[in-house]
């Protein structure tokens, strides 16, 4: 996590811990909605900055002004509060596929490189390499990470790249719309979102070259799978 960032996540968590506490009382449904998302988004800040391990359950409850046996009640265990928080992240961020949808048009590369642009950008969000972040940090220790996350985050989009192909790429066998859909995200996304977590800043305009150049390599690749 880069200085600018430690530094936010910080002044969230303190600005939350000075917030004044709510009266007792029993919440309303509204109430208990809104105070399960600030504990989540307190305890993904936490996780961000100190790691699994090195965040306490002790130090969420103090940060957020809860008590532990509410959060007990509503979690089985840190491991189950991480994963809950990490969800919450991914469902906010993730791209509807009805925004790629709206990017095809009737000239396929034009398309892909449109639908490339969109995913990238998400990517390279702050949400989206917030959640690089913390998921390349923990996925060693937290066996299943890795695959959960990519189930989450990377299913909807591979199942409308697949339904795409199918679509608009004539003679390719059914059976490799998947693997072509997981080959345009390796070779058109991937690349950025590694140099982006590797602290690599990437201008928008070679950005843009770069996302054109490989559209027409995978084109240029998948046919040789048509029939």
């Known amino acids: 996590m880069s200085a600018g960032d430690q530094a936010r996540v910080a002044a969230k968590v303190a600005a939350r811990v000075a917030a004044p506490r709510r009266s007792p009382g029993r919440p309303t449904r509204e109430q208990a909605i809104e105070r399960d998302r600030e504990l989540l988004d307190t305890a993904l800040d936490l996780f961000l900055e100190h790691g699994f391990e090195g965040t306490s359950i002790d130090a969420i409850t103090a940060a957020v002004g809860m008590a532990k046996r509410t959060i007990y009640s509503r979690y089985e265990d ?5 994963r809950a928080a990490l969800q919450r992240a991914i469902d906010e961020w993730i791209l509807p596929t009805d925004r790629l949808a709206a990017a095809e048009g009737p ?11 969109l995913l990238i950008e998400n990517i390279l969000s702050r949400e989206g390499l917030r959640l690089l972040q913390i998921t390349n940090a923990e996925a060693r220790r937290l066996p299943g990470l890795g ?3 990519s189930h989450l985050g990377t299913d909807p989009t591979l199942a409308f790249l697949a339904e795409l192909f199918a679509r608009r790429v004539p003679g390719l066998d059914p059976a490799r719309t998947g693997d072509a859909a997981l080959s345009f995200l390796q070779l058109v ?3 950025p979102a590694t140099s982006a977590a590797w602290g690599q800043e990437i201008p928008a305009g070679e950005l843009h070259q770069r996302t054109a150049f490989n559209v027409r390599l995978f084109l240029r690749g998948i046919a040789d799978f048509q029939a």
């Open 78 to 82: 840190k491991r189950g509060l991480f």
């Open 107 to 117: 000239d396929l590369e034009a398309s892909l490189v449109a639908i490339g642009g």
């Open 189 to 191: 996304v991937g690349g």
């Open 147 to 149: 695959p959960w996350t």
